[in-house]
C-alpha cells in the first residue's frame, strides 16, 4: 500500500513558475514509476508526465514538453514537478500517481494522491 500527497499548488500569474511536491508513505516507493496527471473542469484526466523507478527515464506530454520538469528523490520517498512558462490552459488539478509500469494511461496507476490545484492566470 502506497499513500500519496501532493502539495505546492496555488495561484500564479501566466508566466511563472511553481514547484509540485508528491511525498509516498512505505519502503517501497523506488519500485514505483511515478506519474503526473492533471484535470480541468470538465474534461477527462489527461497524461503530465513520468519518472521511471530510479529516473532513468522521463517522459512528457507534448503540452508540457519543454516547460515540466520531473524529478524524484527514493530517499526522500518524493517526486516532484516543477513548472515553468505556465499558461492558463495549465489549470487543473494536478495528481501524483504510483504504477508498476511506463504508462501515460491512468488505468493502469495502482496508487493516486488527493490532488492539488494549480491556477494559472492570464
Known amino acids: 500500500q502506497v499513500q500519496l500527497v501532493e502539495s505546492g499548488g496555488g495561484l500564479v500569474q501566466a508566466g511563472g513558475s511553481l514547484r509540485l511536491s508528491c511525498a509516498a508513505s512505505?519502503?517501497?516507493?523506488?519500485?514505483?514509476?511515478m506519474g503526473w496527471f492533471r484535470q480541468a473542469p470538465g474534461k477527462e484526466r489527461e497524461f503530465v508526465g513520468l519518472?521511471?523507478?530510479?529516473?532513468?527515464?522521463?517522459y512528457y506530454a507534448d503540452s508540457v514538453k519543454g516547460r515540466f520538469t520531473i524529478s524524484r528523490d527514493n530517499a526522500k520517498n518524493t517526486v516532484y514537478l516543477q513548472m515553468n512558462s505556465l499558461k492558463p490552459e495549465d489549470t487543473a488539478v494536478y495528481y501524483c500517481?504510483?504504477?508498476?509500469?511506463?504508462?501515460?494511461?491512468?488505468?493502469?496507476?495502482?496508487?493516486w494522491g488527493q490532488g492539488t490545484q494549480v491556477t494559472v492566470s492570464s
Open positions: 500517481a504510483a504504477g508498476r509500469a511506463p504508462t501515460n494511461s491512468p488505468v493502469t496507476y495502482d496508487y
Open positions: 512505505g519502503r517501497t516507493f523506488s519500485t514505483y514509476t
Open positions: 519518472i521511471t523507478r530510479s529516473g532513468g527515464s522521463l
